[in-house]
């Protein structure tokens, strides 16, 4: 499959929340990839329409997830906010085969490097407060 990238197992990716794979956005930005709670598969650009804050730890609830910085909801499916707010977090195409998360990366090289439970990260800057 040219321009995709195994990234996890699905069970990786904490349910209602989120993974980052670095630097996998063709801008050179983060992808966050969510999970819900009946085990569908979302990833954007992880970074929110509103002010760019890391979508990856906000919190996921149906098909959306809550911005941590502002609360704005962003639909998964889409990427784009709620009305009354606009914009959108560009979407990134990910399926799951058999269990295995890939993630679109694009024809050259994968840019997939680490990634971190969006949780520990929320636990890292509670611990920096
Ligand atoms: S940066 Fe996301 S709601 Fe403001």
């Given at each position: 499959m040219s321009g995709w990238s195994r990234v996890c197992r699905i069970e990786e990716i904490p349910v209602l929340g989120a993974r980052v794979i670095e630097a996998a956005h063709a801008s050179g930005d983060d992808v966050a990839i969510f999970r819900t709670a009946d085990d569908r598969v979302f990833a954007l650009r992880?970074?929110?329409?509103?002010?760019?804050?890391?979508?990856?730890?906000?919190?996921?609830?149906?098909?959306?997830?809550?911005?941590?910085?502002?609360?704005?909801?962003?639909?998964?499916?889409?990427?784009?906010?709620?009305?009354?707010?606009?914009?959108?977090?560009?979407?990134?195409?990910?399926?799951v085969d058999a269990g295995t998360v890939y993630l679109k990366t694009g024809d050259g090289a994968p840019r997939v490097s680490t990634f971190q439970p969006a949780e520990q990260a929320v636990e890292q800057a509670a611990v920096r407060d």
């Open positions: 992880d970074r929110c329409p509103h002010k760019g804050g890391p979508l990856s730890q906000g919190i996921v609830f149906g098909e959306s997830v809550a911005c941590p910085l502002h609360g704005w909801n962003i639909d998964l499916t889409s990427g784009c906010a709620h009305a009354p707010d606009r914009g959108c977090a560009q979407r990134v195409a990910v399926h």
